[in-house]
């Protein structure tokens, strides 16, 4: 009996325990009841309300518009709904990809998140314009989207390919040239006046978004519908010529110092020249001399790399001064045979010191000091040495490297390019890995070409083990210098 009765509340226990789980559930789905009610009862809801109930005309409700709407007026809805915003988000991923900050982290997310902001609101006003192109009759979206054109067309290029790469980089846009920024602006410009000239010469456009000034004729006539002089002011009003104006001069202002800035030498650069002379010093007499080269935005080199134990790894690259500072320049390259193409950046100061490199997901590493590859003015029989800390930025991994360099002879060297004056300088290198305990010698002889501003030929190995050693060279293909 007495086991019975453990049972019998237990299970009265239980079925209490129920009972008010159900009421608590009910009462949370009355309070939520009650607060939907409410909710629908305020102000936001009947406005969202009221929004989603609204009748939306088709375009064949619309009148004039199935009559009005030509070819031309077709394109430029096309233009302002489809190709501006995926032509934007194209440009943008391309900035992103080419675009490798060497400077730090915080330029550039500054970059990546201006050049962001700008493509949103292109796109959007874009999308915005066409939307009400579409949707209503009135001469004010007519005005509206001129200026839309305007300010996502050359006003647009001027800001993001322009006044931000030069602001946070100090350099052009990401893998553009002055003149292909230009192109960007011309057509651009072209474009935005066309378009202008469309909404105020159109009779369509005038009869269909009524434009003010515009006399309709008497229907017993079919004289066409002239504009007045009042509706082209009334679109030159709202379409900011002037700020055109503006916008060149800033151009101009802003070419006028980045072509200062990147070709003015500093105090030490002012001191070397780019060509081999004979210098006369104290312990020798008639030395032929190579000083540190000036390097120049645009030059060009395209090198063969050529891999003794995988020929599979043959390539060719092609290497472009991106960048001139008064400190360093920056050297893009593209392999030519890969079929993505991104481009690896590498900094180097103005000794051909290796400072940075940046690839294309955005790892790299930073070198302090920088690797001296040279120490110039190089002269037969110079020597030197050198220990720099190589840092991973994402993960913060050091290694060790140590340098050790001999100037040799001036000798004739013939690759692809031709044959060249060259003087040999040869490394020995050693990177030493403090977590894994793992050094890597290696050695690298190259050939610098004071005419080329850089090593014409190259000659490494690298040895992992005793029993591992790997032989590759690079070999000057064709290049263009300024």
Known sequence: MHNSADLLNILILRLRLGIQQRLQQTEVLRNTAL??????????????????HTPFHPLTTVPQLS??????????????????????????????????????????????????????????????????????????????????LWLTGPITVLIARMMIPLLIFDTLAPGQSLFAIIMYFSVSLLLAAAWTVFFVQSTPV?????APSVTHAPETTTAPIQPTQNTKLIIGAKVPFYMLILFALILYAILKYHHRHASAPSTARSALSNTTVNTVTPKQASVEVAYAPQMAIGDTYVLASIDYHHPARNHKTKRTVTTVGPDSFDLSIVNL?????????????????????????????????????????????????????EKNIKTGHVREHTLSGTVGAWEEISVPAGTFHAIKVSLNTLLYDPKTHVSTEGTDVSWFAPAVKRSVKSETSLRYAKENTEYSELQLQRFTVH
């Open 35 to 52: 607060s939907v009610t409410q909710w629908r009862d305020s102000k936001p809801a009947q406005s969202i309300y009221a929004f989603l």
């Open 67 to 148: 009559d009005s709407l030509n070819g031309w007026q077709f394109l430029l809805l096309l233009q302002m709904l489809l190709i501006t915003p995926v032509m934007g988000v194209y440009l943008f991923n391309h900035d992103v990809q080419q675009y490798h900050v060497l400077n730090d982290a915080f330029a550039w997310q500054s970059y990546a998140i201006l050049l962001l902001l700008i493509v949103l609101a292109c796109c959007s006003l874009s999308v915005w314009g066409g939307i009400e192109l579409l949707r209503k009759r009135e001469w004010s979206v007519v005005q509206r989207a001129a200026s839309i």
């Open 206 to 210: 005038r009869a269909a978004y009524h």
């Open 337 to 389: 045979n890969s079929k993505i193409g991104k481009a690896r950046l590498l900094r180097f100061d103005h000794h051909w010191n290796l400072i940075a490199t940046r690839n294309a997901d955005h790892s790299g590493n930073n070198y302090a000091p920088a690797l001296k590859y040279y120490d110039f003015p190089l002269f037969p029989g110079k020597t030197w040495t050198q220990k720099s800390q």
